[in-house]
T-cell receptor, first 114, second 117 residues
Framework: KAGVTQTPRYLIKTRGQQVTLSCSPISGHRSVSWYQQTPGQGLQFLFEYFSETQRNKGNFPGRFSGRQFSNSRSEMNVSTLELGDSALYLC?????????????FGQGTRLTVV | AQKITQTQPGMFVQEKEAVTLDCTYDTSDPSYGLFWYKQPSSGEMIFLIYQGSYDQQNATEGRYSLNFQKARKSANLVISASQLGDSAMYFCAMRGVSGGGADGLTFGKGTHLIIQP
């Protein structure tokens, strides 16, 4: 069974640009969530989607947005990039919502903003 | 709000020894899940073990076990017979019910474990 696939793996963007990251969950998983990992702030929750609906959102500005398609694939968009958006962006999928369901992560997209 | 505290930024352990990684948590949710993840230098987060707040028994998965002490709000990870491949960052995380199970995971800062031959 294929794991969570994130594309691209590495990305370099210029300040002010926008970027779209993609995540394909494990087959059969309907929940996809996104996390930002930085050395200073650690791992922070961005948002979670279930059946194409955003279920929850972390404390991030509106420049960060996402969506989920009918096949459960998800995209995350960051507009007007800032230097501080440089981070490892991790996507995770779960078979369903619920506090006990484990999340399986992809290898991440490392975004560098210059 | 939930909080995870991992007090060991780094640990050096001899190969084949057992190692305990500390994790304490704070939450007002009546029900919650506790998780441990391993992150090698490649960046991928690898799920290791899960403990539900109402589980009576401590969770075990192969060489991993979770020492769950609910009254003390601790969920320490124990790795038995450590191997060189265990060298990685280890994160403790939790999710509560207040968001209908759709809360994101709250992570600790992590412990960098280095296994020495």
């Amino acid at each position: 069974k294929a794991g969570v696939t994130q594309t691209p793996r590495y990305l370099i963007k210029t300040r002010g640009q926008q970027v779209t990251l993609s995540c394909s969950p494990i087959s059969g998983h309907r929940s996809v969530s996104w996390y930002q990992q930085t050395p200073g702030q650690g791992l922070q929750f961005l948002f979670e989607y279930f059946s194409e609906t955003q279920r929850n959102k972390g404390n991030f500005p509106g420049r960060f947005s996402g969506r989920q398609f009918s096949n459960s694939r998800s995209e995350m968009n960051v507009s007007t990039l800032e230097l501080g958006d440089s981070a490892l962006y991790l996507c995770a999928s779960r078979v369903a919502a619920g506090e006990g369901t484990e999340a399986f992560f992809g290898q991440g997209t490392r975004l560098t903003v210059v | 709000a939930q909080k995870i505290t991992q007090t060991q930024p780094g640990m050096f352990v001899q190969e084949k020894e057992a190692v305990t990684l500390d994790c304490t948590y704070d939450t007002s949710d009546p029900s919650y899940g506790l998780f441990w993840y391993k992150q090698p230098s490649s960046g991928e987060m690898i799920f290791l073990i899960y403990q539900g707040s109402y589980d009576q028994q401590n969770a075990t998965e192969g060489r991993y076990s979770l020492n769950f002490q609910k009254a003390r709000k601790s969920a320490n990870l124990v790795i038995s017979a450590s191997q060189l491949g265990d060298s990685a960052m280890y994160f403790c995380a939790m999710r509560g019910v207040s968001g209908g199970g759709a809360d994101g995971l709250t992570f600790g800062k992590g412990t960098h474990l280095i296994i020495q031959p």
